[in-house]
């Protein structure tokens, strides 16, 4: 039978079926761990705080995979934090190590050699270590000043061999830190945008309205100017509004709505009325210097897509358009 007939041949029931059942398992397994946390537990997040250097994370294969995602969420949180390759480390690396850092090593067996050979080294140093093992009797754990339980009673695996759902565990974990962490040191959303400035919470927490607005020739007209040179004005600004203004004093707006509104109403001599008899007076306005994330929450909460962007004297600077993200 070709490969394509035997691909056809699987039903769909079939995989579906596998996927619930890993899924449901992995569940189950991560309730379990949250069963197995401990004083231990505990006991890593104060030795994380009382450090004055950094989280050191220390993995192999597919631990040191999840230790890189580790080492990221801490860093990205407001714990500083790198990963050490345990091999590198024993060749050179060691050098990375300072005496105030802090080290959690990541073994589901316990008993990686990388690791383990790593220990002599490390209490020399006087280093502070947190062992993540599956097994708490193994080398790692009894070695270590504090030791997290990830054990799990079998891997996901058909075959029982590829780490599947031990590695969930050990991820689930590493969050259970950086969280815990996290709240010790209430990190708020303007911490974690710091981290992130190229991000879209990043860049809606500190981006202020000045750095979005529209500030180059804007759409501006006197009060006595006429509705058909505004519509020209409007026309050429491309944001269907037109901004009246008297000696740098700002007095209304006028939008496409309200040109369609006023044509509809009353026809004759439209055109070669002023603006001032056909804009809104007082419309609403932001300070140039407020977050853009203050700005999208008042459009959305007046129901408009348009600001009116003013300095602290109440001098218009800009306009601010509620997609310009």
Aim: proline residues 4%; charged residues 20%; negative net charge.
């Amino acid at each position: 039978m070709s490969n394509t007939s035997s691909i056809k041949s699987i039903h769909s029931d079939a995989l579906i079926e596998s996927a619930r059942h890993t899924l449901s398992t992995q569940a189950q397994s991560l309730h379990n761990l949250a069963n197995q946390v401990t004083e231990e537990f505990a006991k890593a997040v104060r030795m994380i705080l009382a450090s004055e250097g950094r989280a050191i994370i220390c993995g192999m294969g597919k631990s040191g995979h999840i230790g890189k995602k580790i080492a990221a969420t801490l860093a990205s949180t407001g714990t500083p934090s790198f990963f050490l390759h345990p091999s590198e480390a024993f060749h050179g690396d060691l050098g990375m190590i300072q005496p105030q850092d802090v080290l959690l090593l990541i073994s589901f067996s316990g008993e990686t050699e990388e690791l383990i050979r790593l220990l002599p080294s490390l209490k020399d140093f006087g280093n502070p270590c947190i062992a993540m093992v599956g097994n708490l009797d193994s080398t790692l754990a009894k070695h270590c000043d504090c030791v997290l339980d990830i054990s799990v009673d079998r891997e996901t695996c058909p075959n029982n061999l590829a780490p599947t759902t031990s590695t969930t565990m050990t991820t689930a974990m590493g969050d259970a830190l950086a969280v815990a962490l996290m709240e010790c040191r209430n990190f708020q959303p303007q911490d974690f945008a710091r981290f992130h400035p190229g991000g879209s919470l990043g860049r809606k927490l500190l981006t202020r309205v000045k750095d979005l607005m529209h500030k180059d020739n804007l759409p501006v007209c006197a009060p006595e100017t006429r509705l058909k040179e505004a519509i020209s004005v409007m026309t050429h600004g491309r944001m269907g509004v037109v901004i009246i203004q008297d000696k740098g004093h700002l007095l209304g707006i006028f939008t496409d709505g309200d040109l369609r509104r006023a044509m509809l109403k009353e026809s004759e001599g439209m055109i070669h009325k002023p603006m001032s008899e056909l804009m809104t007076a007082k419309p609403k306005t932001i300070n140039e210097n407020v977050m853009i994330v203050q700005a999208e929450e008042q459009m959305l909460r007046d129901k408009i897509t348009l600001l009116v962007v003013v300095n602290d004297q109440g001098n218009l600077t800009g306009l601010l358009e509620i997609y310009d993200r």
